[in-house]
């Protein structure tokens, strides 16, 4: 650094202060004596020049959460059948379906079709396919490609529609380490170094050590809506300096800089789960999101296809920390008809109340690309809603919804609902529930308790509904548990005309399938059914199955049968005889954590590594390596001609390729052992020597063996 003296004055230039990270203003050369708050020492025999500078000047400290780490992501390739079989009889009638998925995966992505095949007494067999799609990600610029049948993504304000043709798509799904949502910043200044505490809503989100400056907190995960954030600054003697700062976050919102969008062009589907091959005209729809400040979001839509164009722009906003309002307006031309859409709303969240309302409003033959091809003229459309929340400590949680549809032509539909949940005791709730109809009159009343009792749950319920009449039901129902077991619920009602019906099933889940048995009775008529569902995975040489197959999935490969596996902390099951264990359902694109219980293996078990983290592709599935061998370990005891233990430190070689060297009292360790060794040792003070040992077939791990002379 140049520093120019001037008599009692000391010259610096600015941006050598600014490369260091220092607040100062100024330009060019500046008397550093002259600059508020800072203090400056020379000492001319050891050329150092020490600073001391008021903590408003110091470089700013970034302090971010440690989010998800990005790792690259894992597929391997193979095969998965995905399969749904259910049957069912009633007195004039049977009927059986059976539902599959095939999906072939690889390193470039996947490739899946579904149908479902049905057959009854009455019809002959049909098989009736869903959907046959490509996908493939690009984790690195969050893109996600798919080509075949696929639904096009849509603004809270537009529609969707099924496709068969092309699709290119932001997917933020793929970067589980990218925040999308604004989030607020805490700023703070500490005089002496100090920890810094972030406590949101009472709750500890944060914890960090700072330098003397001022700081910044970033990228926090708060709760979404209104809340109330304190920063507490205990320095080195341990004062405290407490400051609370409200913020309200709206998930609605982009970050500024983040787009999201999507494309899809191709031919609209039709009759979907009627007829496997029905496509209309071609059609092409886009969808656009961008954040353009850190409380405003730019929304943009159009559509397109022969005789229809569409076009439309919206936003959202959140402002002021009062909640979040949306807009939107779209302009519709069709057969030289233009129509226009608008819409409007607003919501609220804290941590104890919620509300929001929302306007939307068509005007007459407004069309899109899920109605442009419909016969009938769509006519003028305006509904409303607004949906309010509440919880207060000590009396329960209320809700209200009032819900307005208007059509031309059609009388009006109004409904409005009330519910009340209470806690009663440590387990048990109440659950009350009120709806009419305004244009009707008519009134639905439910009085719902539910007791859990550990693994089950009863519950009881007193309803009234116009056309029905009282009702009273009572249910007890226990959860089949994931890892395998036996669940069930049975359901009886009355109503007061003394009709009585009823409801009984019953699960079998395990590791291969998950099995269903039921039946039901009401006005004298008898409904019974059973099904079994599962899928099978062929990869990496083996066949494997398992009740269901998630989008992604894992197999832990050992090469050792038996060896617990733990995934994410939770005991997964222990490998087959050929050292595989499936893991059904993974998170896709998340790291996650795979561990072997080391502890229940043998002496005579080496592992490469016990623990390792690993991300997997969407829809696919990978193997995770973690070796587990028998390693044939002993120790061997050599002496010298004269019986004295050979000292520390001297090299052996086994079998003239494994490298050793002797421990305290002459042992030598010796991994992979094999039935005959030539040890040879290269003694620091004194001749060569040489032993041979020969193993026995009964020997038990970790067995010592000796004393061998070492002769030369």
């Not at 690009?138 to 893109?143: C, G």
């Not at 009355?494 to 039921?518: S, W």
């Not at 005991?571 to 229940?600: C, E, M, Q, W």
């Amino acid at each position: 650094m140049e520093l120019r003296l001037d008599g009692a004055h000391e010259y610096v230039d600015i941006s050598i202060l600014r490369r260091a990270g220092l607040n100062i203003g100024g330009a060019g050369e500046i008397d550093l004596t002259q600059v508020e708050g800072v203090y400056t020492r020379y000492d001319a025999a050891n050329q150092t020049l020490a600073l001391d500078i008021r903590p408003d000047l110091l470089p700013v400290q970034r302090l971010a959460e440690n989010g998800v780490p990005s790792i690259e992501s894992e597929a391997g390739t193979g095969v998965t059948l995905n399969y749904d079989l259910y049957l069912q009889h009633s007195e004039n009638r049977s009927e059986a379906s059976l539902w599959t998925e095939q999906r072939l995966f690889g390193s470039r992505g996947s490739l899946s079709n579904s149908g479902i095949a049905r057959t009854s007494s009455r019809t002959r067999a049909r098989y009736l396919r869903y959907d046959t799609r490509l996908i493939a990600d690009n984790p690195d610029q969050s893109l996600s490609y798919a080509a075949g049948d696929l639904i096009t993504r849509s603004l809270p304000w537009s529609s969707s529609v099924r496709l068969g043709g092309l699709q290119i798509a932001r997917n933020f799904r793929l970067r589980p380490d990218l925040v999308t949502v604004p989030l607020p910043r805490f700023s703070g200044m500490a005089s002496l170094p100090s920890s810094v505490d972030l406590f949101v809503d009472g709750f500890r989100q944060q914890s960090s050590e700072v330098s003397p400056g001022p700081f910044v907190l970033e990228d926090v995960p708060v709760v979404n809506g209104a809340g109330e954030a304190t920063v507490v600054t205990t320095d080195a003697v341990g004062r405290q300096i407490s400051t609370s700062v409200p913020f309200y976050v709206s998930s609605e919102l982009l970050r500024p800089g983040l787009s999201d969008y999507a494309a899809e062009i191709g031919f609209v589907r039709k009759d979907y789960g009627l007829r496997s091959f029905s496509y209309g005209g071609m059609a092409a729809s886009g969808s656009l999101r961008t954040g353009l400040t850190q409380h405003l979001t730019l929304e943009a839509h159009a559509e397109a296809a022969r005789g229809l164009a569409l076009a439309g722009a919206g936003l959202v906003a959140a402002p002021f920390r009062v909640g979040t309002v949306n807009a939107s307006v779209a302009l519709s031309s069709f057969e030289g008809r233009t129509t226009t859409q608008w819409s409007a709303g607003y919501s609220y969240r804290s941590r104890n109340f919620g509300l929001s309302f929302q306007h939307n409003e068509r005007g007459a033959d407004f069309r899109d690309l899920g109605s442009f091809d419909l016969r009938n003229i769509e006519p003028r459309h305006v509904s409303d809603r607004l949906i309010a929340s509440g919880h207060f400590r000590g009396i329960g949680s209320f809700g209200a919804a009032l819900i307005s549809v208007r059509a031309a032509a059609e009388r009006p539909a109004r409904l409005a609902s009330l519910t009340y949940t209470r806690s009663i005791g440590r387990q048990a709730s109440l659950v009350l529930g009120l709806d009419t109809e305004f244009e009707s009159g008519n009134v639905n009343a439910q009085m719902r308790l539910v007791i859990p009792w550990g693994a089950t749950t009863t519950s009881g319920a007193v309803s009234h509904s116009p056309g029905r009449g009282g009702l009273v039901e009572a249910s007890h129902s226990r959860s089949a548990p994931f890892e395998g077991g036996w669940g069930y619920d049975v359901d009886v009602a009355a109503n007061e005309d003394g009709d009585i019906y009823g409801q009984g099933n019953l699960r079998l889940r395990t590791a291969v399938n998950e099995m269903q048995l039921g039946a039901s009775t009401a006005y004298g008529n008898t409904l019974s059914w059973a099904s079994t569902t599962g899928s099978v995975v062929f990869m990496d040489g083996s066949a494997f199955f398992a009740n269901s197959i998630g989008e992604s999935f894992a197999v832990v490969a050992t090469e050792a049968e038996g060896v617990g596996v733990t995934f994410e902390n939770r005991y997964a099951g222990k490998t087959n005889r050929n050292g595989h264990l499936l893991i059904s359902s993974v998170p896709s694109y998340l790291p996650v954590r795979f561990s072997l219980d080391t502890l229940a293996l043998s002496l005579d078990h080496s592992v490469e590594a016990t623990e390792r983290r690993a991300a997997f592709a969407r829809g696919a599935g990978a193997v995770v390596r973690m070796p587990v061998r028998k390693a044939r370990s002993i120790t061997v005891l050599l002496t010298d001609a004269a019986g004295e233990p050979l000292p520390p430190g001297e090299r052996v070689t086994v079998n003239a390729s494994q490298d050793l060297q002797t421990g305290w009292d002459g042992i030598v360790f010796i991994e992979n052992a094999s039935d005959d060794m030539v040890l040879e040792v290269k003694r620091r003070s004194g001749p060569e020597c040489k032993v041979s040992v020969a193993i026995p077939d009964d020997i038990s791990p970790l067995a010592q063996l000796g004393p061998f002379a070492c002769a030369a």
